[in-house]
């Protein structure tokens, strides 16, 4: 659930969705490329826009995204629960027809642990439920990796900004050579020659910091967890 749960689901590059070579989507399920995620995700924050100053975006983006992304998490779950209690009865089926020679008894035992089987389903049903209800609330979470995640998206994307403008200013303005000397000229020729190029795009910059802000609240939500913890989901 953790990595194939999403609603949309990034796959690198540029692909045709008739390809062989892509393997068929999982139910309800979209497979899109990082293009077409950004442009989701602005079409989200621009609808979802309000006073915030530029470069910004507020609460109700966060949530509308993340809503969105694990609105495939309740049919898993409820998938999982389902195959799981139709895997335990075969097998007690199984057992008891093996052990039991006499056909009133097994009728039964068989009875039994019919009724005993749907009162933990019933429980496991009400307890994802409950769950699911969480999972419908405003984002919150104290999760230390959630804030390591995001700062470590922020960090690669001044990186990679950075990156390109180094690379623009080493063909523009230094001919393909960039050779930079230890004194104050040169480092502010490059200063002035970086500050060029790095120009932001207010709405790009609030998009991709949301889109950083949902991949790692996604990976580390308290709904997410706790769904995938095995102690909660178990009911025998």
Request: proline share 2%.
């Amino acid at each position: 659930m953790r990595d194939n749960g999403q609603k949309r689901k990034v796959v690198s590059g540029e692909f045709n969705k008739g390809s062989e070579s892509i393997e068929p989507e999982e139910e309800g399920q979209l497979l899109v490329t990082e293009r077409e995620m950004r442009d989701w995700v602005k079409e989200i924050y621009i609808n979802s826009r309000g006073r915030e100053l530029p470069g910004n975006y507020n609460h109700v983006l966060m949530s509308e995204l993340f809503h969105i992304q694990s609105s495939r998490w309740h049919t898993i779950a409820d998938d999982h629960l389902t195959a799981l209690y139709s895997e335990i009865q075969a097998f007690v089926e199984a057992v008891l027809n093996h052990i039991t020679r006499d056909s009133q008894i097994l009728a039964e035992l068989l009875e039994i642990t019919k009724l005993s089987l749907q009162k933990s389903k019933h429980a496991a049903d009400e307890e994802l439920s409950k769950l699911c209800q969480d999972e419908k609330q405003q984002p919150i979470t104290y999760n230390h990796y959630y804030i390591d995640n995001v700062q470590n998206a922020r960090q690669e994307s001044t990186r990679n900004l950075i990156k390109k403008a180094m690379s623009e200013a080493s063909a523009h303005d230094w001919n393909g050579k960039l050779h930079i000397s230890n004194n104050t000229v040169d480092a502010e020729k490059l200063l002035t020659s970086l500050q060029k190029r790095i120009i932001v795009d207010m709405d790009v910059q609030a998009c991709t910091e949301a889109l950083a802000g949902l991949s790692a609240y996604y990976r580390a939500s308290p709904p997410l967890k706790t769904l995938c913890d095995a102690n909660r989901l178990r009911w025998l």
